[in-house]
T-cell receptor
Framework: DVKVTQSSRYLVKRTGEKVFLECVQD?????MFWYRQDPGLGLRLIYF???????EKGDIPEGYSVSREKKERFSLILESASTNQTSMYLC?????????????FGPGTRLTVT | KNQVEQSPQSLIILEGKNCTLQ??????????LRWYKQDTGRGPVSLTI?????NTKSNGRYTATLDADTKQSSLHITASQLSDSASYIC???????????FGGGTRVLVKP
């Protein structure tokens, strides 16, 4: 059974703080993704990684960076948190391939920036 | 522009009744379509996945249909239960490029 875990379920940070969101998967998947989910906007892709140290920008990368030093771990970094980054953040992983057939999600981190 | 539109945005049904959710897409070239169930405050969980050649797939009380010609899919919930209260998200994958397009979801509330 694929398991994707995220470091925190709920997080409250102040404006300007540097924020790290961690995601770990245990299925040896090459692909990992970070999304944010906001009411009425659905899931939007921030970044994805198809291999260690490889990353590609998604649809909304501004204000975020990522790190993938190990295959099982994909980190999302908010360099200087702002209130408009208050959202639900979802990590996902999928097996390798140019076409995504299955994607497994973590439980999500609800981040509030005050 | 690649889009996935879901309807209705929300619906309320009585326990034991059936309901159908709709998903229309313009994503091209098409590879596959998935329906996810997302409980409040949780990550999405896959219900069904269909490729171009499949036009129906079931997972327990959930049955998804796909018409690739009209670019429409539906998710039918039979004999709804309180635990079916969730958001249901339609996701379409392009045939190349690791690109997914998500619908906005339909929020279903099952009342006793």
């Amino acid at each position: 059974d694929v398991k994707v875990t995220q470091s925190s379920r709920y997080l409250v940070k102040r404006t300007g703080e540097k924020v790290f969101l961690e995601c770990v998967q245990d299925m040896d998947h090459e692909n990992m993704f970070w999304y944010r989910q906001d009411p009425g906007l659905g899931l939007r892709l921030i970044y994805f990684s198809y291999d260690v140290k490889m990353k590609e920008k998604g649809d909304i990368p501004e204000g975020y960076s990522v790190s993938r030093e190990k295959k099982e771990r994909f980190s999302l970094i908010l360099e200087s948190a702002s209130t408009n980054q208050t959202s639900m953040y979802l990590c996902a992983s999928s097996p390798p391939g140019r076409v995504i057939y299955e994607q497994y999600f973590g439980p999500g981190t609800r981040l509030t920036v005050t | 522009k690649n889009q996935v539109e879901q309807s209705p945005q929300s619906l309320i049904i009585l326990e034991g009744k059936n309901c159908t959710l709709q998903c229309n897409y313009t994503v091209s070239p098409f590879s596959n379509l998935r329906w996810y169930k997302q409980d409040t405050g949780r990550g999405p969980v896959s219900l069904t996945i269909m490729t171009f050649s499949e036009n129906t797939k079931s997972n327990g009380r959930y049955t998804a249909t796909l018409d690739a010609d009209t670019k429409q899919s539906s998710l039918h919930i039979t004999a709804s239960q309180l635990s079916d209260s969730a958001s249901y998200i339609c996701v379409v994958s392009k045939a190349a490029g690791n690109k997914l397009t998500f619908g906005g979801g339909t929020r279903v509330l099952v009342k006793p």
